[in-house]
C-alpha cells in the first residue's frame, strides 16, 4: 500500500506573516483531525526557515519548490541542496512546469536535480505533464513518456524509493481545468507501466505518483479514489487553511 502524499505548493506567495498565519492555521486543523495522508508544505525559499521552526512537533513535513544542481559556488540567486536540508527540508519540488515554462528548465537539468537531491537525502517531487496543444494532437504519452525517461535516467532502484512523481498537464494548472478523473487516472496508469519496463514491478508499484492541476475540495476525493492517483501536488487551493484541510482529508 502507498501512502499518499498531499504537498501544497505556493509558488511566490507568502511573506514571512503570510507564512506564519497559514502554518498556524494548517497546524492546528491537522491537531485537530489528524491526516491520513503524508502532508508537505514548499513555500518561498524566504520562509523555509521560519516554517521549519513552527513546524516543530507537527507531523507535516517541509519542502522547498527548486534547488540547484551544483553543490555551491558562484551562481548567483541559486540555492543548493545543503541550505535546504539546514532549513529543514525534506522534500524538493523538480521540474516544475513553470520552471520548464518560464526558466527554460529541461529534462536533463531536472534529471541533475533529482539526482543531487536523491544523494542529499532530499525527496525530489518531479515534474511533468502535457500542454494543451500536445493533448488536442493525441501526443500526451509520447510527451509524458519521453519526459519520464528523461528525469529518470540514470536513477537506480533504489533511487526510485525516494522520488515521488507528479503528473500535472499544463493545461489544468491554476486555469480551473482539472483533467477528469479517468483522464488523470490513464496518464497516471501509463506513468506506472513504464516505471515497471524501466525498473520492475515492485518499484513501479512502490513509486508515489501525484495528480496536481486545479486540485481542489470539491474535486479532491474522485481523483484521489483512482488506483493510480497517490496524492496531489495542490497550488492555488493550498494557500487557505480550509481547502487545504479539505483536500488532505480527502486522502483515504
Ligand atoms: P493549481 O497548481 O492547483 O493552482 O492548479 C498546481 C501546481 O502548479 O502545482
Not at 497559514?22 to 491537522?30: E, K, Y
Not at 543548493?80 to 529543514?88: C, E, F, I, T
Not at 529541461?106 to 502535457?130: F, H, M, Q, T, Y
Not at 525498473?199 to 492541476?213: F, R
Request: proline residues 4%.
Amino acid at each position: 500500500m502507498r501512502t499518499k502524499i498531499i504537498a501544497g505548493n505556493w509558488k511566490m506567495y507568502k511573506d514571512l506573516a503570510g507564512t506564519t498565519e497559514l502554518i498556524a492555521g494548517l497546524t492546528s486543523r491537522i491537531a485537530a483531525s489528524p491526516a491520513r495522508a503524508t502532508v508537505v508544505v514548499c513555500p518561498p525559499f524566504t520562509s523555509l526557515a521560519l516554517a521549519s521552526t513552527l513546524l516543530k512537533g507537527s507531523p507535516v513535513r517541509l519542502g522547498a519548490q527548486n534547488m540547484s544542481q551544483h553543490d555551491e559556488g558562484a551562481f548567483t540567486g541559486e540555492i543548493s541542496w545543503n541550505m535546504l536540508r539546514a532549513a529543514g527540508c525534506e522534500y524538493v519540488i523538480l521540474g516544475h512546469s513553470e520552471r520548464r515554462q518560464y526558466y527554460g528548465e529541461k529534462d536533463e537539468l531536472i534529471n541533475a536535480k533529482a539526482k543531487k537531491a536523491i544523494a542529499s537525502s532530499l525527496r525530489p517531487i518531479i515534474c511533468v505533464g502535457e500542454t494543451l496543444a500536445e493533448r488536442e494532437q493525441g501526443i500526451t504519452d509520447r510527451v509524458v513518456s519521453t519526459q519520464i525517461r528523461g528525469v529518470l535516467s540514470g536513477l537506480s532502484r533504489s533511487d526510485m524509493s525516494s522520488v515521488v512523481v507528479a503528473y500535472e498537464p499544463v493545461w489544468a494548472i491554476g486555469t480551473g481545468k482539472t483533467a477528469t478523473p479517468a483522464q488523470a487516472q490513464e496518464v497516471h496508469q501509463m506513468i506506472r507501466k513504464l516505471i515497471s519496463q524501466l525498473y520492475d514491478w515492485p518499484t513501479a508499484d512502490a513509486t508515489v505518483i501525484q495528480y496536481g492541476g486545479s486540485v481542489k475540495p470539491d474535486n479532491a476525493a474522485e481523483l484521489l479514489s483512482q488506483n493510480d492517483i497517490d496524492g496531489a501536488l495542490v497550488g492555488g487551493a493550498c494557500l487557505k487553511p480550509d481547502s487545504f484541510m479539505s483536500i488532505i482529508s480527502a486522502a483515504k
